[in-house]
């Protein structure tokens, strides 16, 4: 496979790839030790343990009759373990993934002791499936356009933190479809009929027990999603599809 280096994550032991081999491209992203994860996707979906990170691009026109099977084929192929990856699946370009990533030390209100924050985000934005949620979708919208949101954290938190770290991270990407003027008839898209999240904790350093807006990890998890959605939300609106 070939691998060009992408981004420089400044949380220790982690690293993302572009990768371009003959079988497809996808982001990689890699720790030195496993990272407790929790997923939307179904590969490694839910609470789990993996040390790779998986989004994959495939054809507008995928549509496997075993998903599962063909993406635990397409792991084993590219030289990775099957159980030690979670994965995504995108039919937008991943080449033009969005990456922000901040860095914070001191005293967080909400927690005990000052302590440093690193959390990194990386989105793959595709909107030819753009909704509104609670609006009415045909069955027709359901197919892999996506927005495919990854975000590893320096820390340790809590299950009741990780499912607020899905909902903060929701809302930057509603809030960044408004700033980028995405409408579903009149109205603000909310995101599309396919996304998906990917929150991952490098299991060292400090318990989070909150990842709301309040908090200063969750302010981190907003403006990286924000700003990672904004660069490849950008970038989709420019290319000829």
Request: aromatic letters at 6%; hydrophobic letters at 40%.
């Amino acid at each position: 496979m070939l691998r060009m280096n992408r981004n420089k994550v400044p949380i220790t032991g982690v690293q993302m790839d572009l990768v371009n081999s003959k079988h497809g491209s996808y982001v990689l992203i890699r720790s030195d030790s496993p990272m407790r994860t929790m997923n939307s996707s179904p590969w490694g979906g839910g609470f789990g343990m993996h040390a790779a990170l998986m989004n994959r691009q495939v054809d507008k026109q995928y549509n496997e009759a075993d998903p599962l099977r063909e993406m635990y084929e397409f792991i084993l192929r590219e030289g990775l373990n099957p159980r030690g990856t979670a994965g995504m699946l995108t039919a937008a370009l991943v080449k033009d993934v969005g990456y922000s990533t901040l860095t914070w030390t001191g005293n967080d209100a909400t927690e005990t002791g000052a302590h440093t924050l690193h959390v990194s985000t990386w989105v793959t934005v595709g909107l030819g499936n753009k909704a509104r949620a609670g609006a009415e979708l045909p069955a027709a919208s359901l197919y892999p356009g996506t927005i495919n949101t990854i975000i590893v954290i320096e820390g340790q938190l809590t299950d009741a933190a990780m499912v607020n770290a899905v909902i903060t991270a929701t809302e930057a990407k509603a809030a960044a479809l408004q700033s980028l003027g995405i409408e579903v008839e009149g109205l603000p898209a909310t995101g599309t009929t396919t996304d998906a999240v990917l929150i991952a904790t490098t299991c060292r350093g400090h318990l989070y027990s909150y990842a709301g807006t309040a908090t200063v990890l969750g302010n981190m998890i907003g403006r990286t999603v924000y700003e990672a959605i904004m660069a490849s939300g950008q970038l989709y609106e420019k290319t000829p599809y």
